[in-house]
């Protein structure tokens, strides 16, 4: 079992997006990968900030991801507020889909639905937004989530940058989204998704 820090996964990620960068650079796929911008590491959040360094922002089709506000400095982590009456334990937003958000809003409006990261085990999970709602009316009441990595840097190791990512796709957004392609153009036949896309060309995910 790996640690929130192992080396080699880090690497592992470090040189995933540098393919990536460069696969987007040649070709164009009209993603976002942003450069890196080191973040000092958060002793409560063993590999958050180490991951969120390798980067600066992450966005395709259907998802965001750029360091929160809250793990830019040790400081800010620890003048975060706290929820005491959210059920969830307040849990720090990792990343958002932007399915949801119509293209021609997406400058106003940057972010959907969030992925969770809870703070105490270091789980990335998914939560339907109304289960969240129904969590604080009815706290004693049991909800659904969903799993879906056991801490950040696995996360985007296999389900943003791996082989994975179809099934992030499907479990936030949908099998109709994930399976979606493109009718007409340049792209007819391919993915709709072009991060999807992207990992395809990289030999990272199909």
């Known amino acids: 079992m790996t640690?929130?820090?192992d080396p080699a996964r880090l690497e592992r990620i470090r040189e995933k997006l540098a393919l990536l960068r460069r696969l987007e650079a040649e070709r164009g796929f009209g993603v976002v990968?942003?450069?890196?911008?080191?973040?000092?590491?958060?002793?409560?959040?063993?590999?958050?900030?180490?991951?969120y360094g390798l980067f600066g922002r992450l966005a395709g089709d259907n998802f965001r991801f750029?360091?929160?506000?809250?793990?830019?400095?040790?400081?800010?982590?620890?003048?975060?507020?706290?929820?005491?009456?959210?059920?969830?334990?307040?849990?720090?937003?990792?990343?958002?889909?932007?399915?949801?958000?119509?293209?021609?809003?997406?400058?106003?409006?940057?972010?959907?639905?969030p992925i969770y990261l809870d703070p105490e085990d270091l789980d990335v999970y998914w939560m339907e937004p109304d289960d969240y709602v129904f969590q604080y009316e009815h706290p004693d009441e049991d909800v659904e989530f969903?799993?879906?990595a056991p801490d950040v840097a696995t996360f985007f190791d296999e389900h943003?940058?791996?082989?994975?990512?179809?099934?992030?796709?499907?479990?936030v957004l949908g099998p109709g989204v994930r399976d979606r392609r493109v009718r007409s153009g340049r792209h007819a036949g391919e993915y709709a998704d072009n991060w999807r896309r992207l990992l395809i060309a990289a030999d990272l995910a199909s």
């Open 66 to 113: 750029a360091p929160p506000e809250e793990i830019r400095s040790p400081a800010a982590w620890a003048a975060r507020t706290v929820d005491e009456d959210d059920p969830m334990g307040s849990p720090l937003a990792v990343g958002h889909e932007v399915h949801s958000i119509p293209e021609r809003l997406r400058g106003e409006i940057e972010a959907g639905a």
């Open 146 to 148: 969903t799993v879906v």
């Open 33 to 51: 990968i942003g450069e890196p911008t080191p973040l000092e590491p958060i002793p409560d959040l063993p590999g958050v900030a180490e991951v």
């Open 3 to 5: 640690s929130p820090q």
């Open 160 to 171: 943003v940058l791996g082989p994975a990512y179809p099934e992030l796709v499907a479990l």
